[in-house]
């Protein structure tokens, strides 16, 4: 004989409440990136984000940086190296003209057809007005000209940039709080980052907290 309607759904609430119970919670976990990979041209994770802009005071912060500026560029060593930073799997935006006092009249202001600027064509300034370091889009680029064959170091790009830099902290955010990761070419990078020297085609992938579904292993370096 079948027990009462109430008793039967009586029983299966009761039933189900102790599963629940009984149950350990569900935690999303973060996507495991792909180091090596290639993210492609102009394919962010989340978004372009203008977390940190153009310092105002260029020249002032080449100096912090140990460099030297110029009125022109030099390019009896020029070399490209590539940066990309991720917070949470969103690209952020490495501003065009740091290292380049964009505001004197002998720099050159360009239109790119993504609607960014570059800034560059420097013929020759009154005084100087551009570092043998700095970026003259926001491709992620970061150009050393100079006139002496002296590698230069992330870390005097971040101090242009006026962003900190150190083993466990990447602006405000800061380890064990936020995992921070730093990968060249793809591999996992352990070192001092402030001591990665930019040499050519070098590609830095800075991942701050979740990463992205992809580590960028290479850029495009074909625009001079």
């Not at 380049?100 to 720099?107: C, E, H, K, L, T």
């Amino acid at each position: 004989m079948s027990r009462p309607r109430s008793l039967r759904l009586a029983a299966c609430v009761a039933g189900l409440a102790a599963v629940i119970v009984g149950c350990d919670p569900i935690v999303p976990t973060a996507p495991t990136p792909s180091p090596g990979a290639t993210l492609p041209a102009g394919q962010p994770a989340n978004g372009p984000v203008a977390k940190w802009p153009a310092p105002s005071d260029p020249i002032a912060r080449t100096t912090a940086a140990g460099l030297v500026a110029e009125t022109a560029e030099r390019l009896a060593f020029h070399v490209h190296a590539h940066l990309d930073v991720f917070i949470d799997g969103a690209l952020v935006v490495v501003p065009a003209g740091i290292g380049i006092n964009i505001a004197d009249p002998g720099v050159s202001e360009f239109d790119l057809p993504d609607g960014t600027k570059s800034y560059g064509g420097i013929q020759g300034c009154g005084q100087p007005c551009i570092s043998p370091l700095h970026t003259h889009d926001e491709t992620g680029v970061i150009h050393t000209e100079s006139a002496t064959p002296t590698p230069n170091t992330l870390g005097q790009f971040f101090t242009e940039w006026g962003v900190p830099l150190s083993a466990t902290c990447v602006g405000e955010y800061c380890a064990p709080q936020t995992v921070i990761a730093i990968y060249l070419n793809g591999t996992p990078f352990t070192g001092d980052p402030t001591a990665i020297q930019l040499s050519n085609l070098l590609e830095i992938a800075i991942v701050i907290g979740t990463p992205p579904p992809v580590i960028p292993a290479t850029a495009d370096f074909s625009q001079p």
